[in-house]
């Protein structure tokens, strides 16, 4: 069986660079690499409407901002698969059946759901439907017999849990889901990049975010007003870089051939953090070494987007026909379930003829 790949994003907010970083980047070479039967990416936005089911509009009007930016950083909707989680009702039904294979002590165990409950105020009077969404995560990455999935580290806990309800699905029922792999970032500062603020993670909720489509401009103040070493005050101290968000997304971002571009005076990265930490290198010069790094990553992702959002109807178009495949493929998956579950009542024609028997013999 082929490789396949499930993945996607919540609807709340514009995608930025940690998501690039983190999950969008990979999955594009994933894309091109030819090596993947399907792709599917997904628009989570029955998720989002878990912790933000007051707020309708915002998952609504972000869908769109989400797929222009699938779109601008080089997701090729002739080789994947872009659609709206909403849009495959089966993988509700599928969620519903994985209820029963978990216990609410392991949701509540879940490192994740635990953290985004206390970001979100939830800890006196949790949703049900966002303690849950774990289990729809399931639903979504098994609904496609998923194999990979590329992420960000904060979602290992989400593939651990899925792992664990394929192999009681399949322990109870019978061999019928795939157990998938998560695929992190193979360089460390993209597994969890910061926010501008230097904070744990960029998050769209925590507003410490470049959008992929901020203008030059806005990621330049950004990046100028980014969190550095506090005990780096003046140029001549010796300067920190663990925890130091500028060379954290130096470490991201920068690619060997950015220094002769850009810095000639410096041959490579280690060079470079070698000379701050001696003392005599500015926050200011770095960082306006690094705005210079990231506007060259964004520059083509703004102008693909620009050319997107002069068809607005083609884009949702895409995202209908991506909806469409992705329906079929779960309602496959989804028979399978069901008569591996023994539901499956009107198809099972021998079930029909013993009952008959049954009754005919007395
Ligand atoms: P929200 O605050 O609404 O949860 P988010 O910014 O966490 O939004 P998600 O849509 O939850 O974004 O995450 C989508 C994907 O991006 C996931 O694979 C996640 O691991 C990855 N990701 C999100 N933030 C980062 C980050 N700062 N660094 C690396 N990967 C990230
Ligand atoms: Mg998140």
């Not at 599928?94 to 206390?118: A, G, W």
């Not at 639903?139 to 999935?149: G, R």
């Not at 990231?294 to 068809?311: G, S, T, V």
Request: charge should be negative; charged fraction near 30%.
């Amino acid at each position: 069986m082929g490789k396949i790949i499930l993945t996607g994003d919540r609807p709340t907010g514009r995608l930025h660079v940690g998501h690039y970083v983190g999950s969008l980047k990979r999955r594009v070479e994933l894309q091109n690499s030819g090596e993947y039967e399907k792709v599917l990416i997904m628009i989570a936005d029955a998720q989002a409407l878990t912790d933000n089911f007051e707020n309708p509009e915002k998952v609504r009007q972000n869908i769109i901002e989400v797929a222009l930016d699938y779109l601008s950083v080089g997701l090729d909707p002739t080789k994947s698969t872009l659609f709206i989680q909403s849009m495959v009702p089966e993988l509700t039904e599928m969620t519903f059946y994985y209820m029963n294979l978990v216990t609410v002590s392991r949701l509540q165990r879940n490192p994740t759901v635990k953290s985004e409950i206390q970001m979100r105020n939830f800890e006196a009077s949790i949703p049900v439907g966002f303690f849950c969404y774990p289990i729809s995560q399931a639903a979504d990455i098994t609904a496609f017999k998923a194999t990979t999935v590329p992420v960000g580290e904060d979602q290992l806990p989400m593939i651990e849990q899925t792992r664990e309800i394929v192999r009681k699905f399949n322990s109870v029922y019978g061999e019928t889901l795939v157990e998938p792999d998560v695929l992190l970032p193979d360089n460390k500062a993209c597994l969890r990049l910061p926010g501008i603020d230097g904070m744990a993670k960029m998050s769209k909720s925590l507003g410490n975010c470049i959008y992929l489509a901020d203008d030059p401009e806005d990621v330049r103040k950004k990046i100028m007003s980014m969190y550095t070493d506090p005990l780096h005050i003046q140029v001549s101290d010796p300067g920190h870089i663990e925890g130091n968000t500028v060379f954290t997304y130096l470490d991201a971002f920068c690619k060997p051939e950015d220094f002769a571009e850009f810095w000639p005076e410096y041959a490579s990265l280690d060079e470079l953090k070698e000379h701050y930490q001696r003392g005599g290198l500015g926050d200011v010069k770095v960082k306006k070494f690094l705005n210079k790094v990231i506007q060259a990553e964004l520059e083509p992702i703004r102008a693909r987007r620009k050319e997107y959002e002069k068809d607005i109807p083609a884009v949702y178009e895409i995202l209908k026909a991506g909806s469409e495949r992705a329906r079929e493929l779960a309602a496959q998956t989804l028979d399978e379930m069901k008569k591996a579950m023994k539901i499956n009542y009107f198809d099972d024609l021998d079930l029909i003829k013993a009952q008959a028997q049954k009754y005919q013999g007395e």
